[in-house]
């Protein structure tokens, strides 16, 4: 089955540092979607990808998903408080008749004011 | 924009009772879903639901677990009897289309005393 591998697990910023998160699949992505979550809320889309060499943005979020459509990386530029909590990448299981969802393990990101 | 919603938001209960989550999903969405995620950790599938059956579901949905439909606008996940390690959020979700944007409702979070 198909597994999602998110790089760094925990990432410190200083408020006004760019960081990037990434993601990486164990196969082809056929659709990869980014989350944010509040530690013990719900789930907040971000951005949906779907074709190799795509990138969106959304305020001072980029997320891109390489060529292979193997990889997702999200990069936040200028990093506010506002950004910090967990990341997650989602993505569909290709090897499942319904369209199942898995999720990446996450990557807690704290900002310092 | 349209939205799932669940109900309760916070579920508290005794270990060995029964509790019923419940999902109103997007109107004309045709695949459903349940997740959960044991606080700090990651989301994992549970069940996925089309045409009024089951269509898959993980090791982690065993035979305390159902869900139903009984209605046509509910979508109800039932643990019949609970343990301690049943404590997480659960996250409903729908998409219209196969391969399309998944929406999760808000969770419920469930703690098992």
């Known amino acids: 089955s198909q597994e999602l591998e998110q790089s760094p697990q925990s990432l410190i910023v200083q408020e006004g540092k760019n960081l990037t998160i990434n993601c990486t699949s164990s196969k082809t992505l056929y659709g990869l979607y980014w989350y944010k979550q509040k530690y013990g809320e719900g789930l907040i889309f971000l951005m949906m990808l779907q074709k190799g060499g795509e990138e969106k943005s959304h305020e001072k979020i980029t997320a891109k998903l390489d060529e292979k459509k193997q990889q997702s990386s999200l990069h936040i530029t200028a990093s506010q408080p506002s950004h910090a909590g967990i990341y997650l990448c989602?993505?569909?299981?290709?090897?499942?008749?319904?369209?199942?969802?898995?999720f990446g393990t996450g990557t807690r990101l704290k900002v310092l004011a | 924009e349209p939205e799932v919603t669940q109900t309760p938001s916070h579920q508290v209960t005794q270990m060995g009772q029964e509790v019923i989550l419940r999902c109103v999903p997007i109107?004309?969405?045709?695949?459903f879903y349940w997740y959960r995620q044991i606080l700090g950790q990651k989301v994992e599938f549970l069940v996925s639901?089309?045409?009024?059956?089951?269509?898959?579901k993980s090791e982690i949905f065993d035979d305390q677990f159902s869900v139903e439909r009984p209605d046509g606008s509910n979508f109800t996940l039932k643990i019949r009897s609970t343990k301690l390690e049943d404590s997480a959020m659960y996250f409903c979700?729908?998409?219209?289309?196969?391969?399309?944007?998944?929406?999760f409702g808000p969770g419920t979070r469930l703690t098992v005393l």
């Open positions: 109107s004309n969405h045709l695949y």
């Open positions: 639901f089309y045409n009024n059956e089951i269509s898959e």
């Open positions: 989602g993505a569909d299981d290709p090897t499942s008749g319904t369209y199942k969802y898995i």
């Open positions: 979700a729908s998409i219209e289309l196969a391969g399309g944007p998944r929406y």
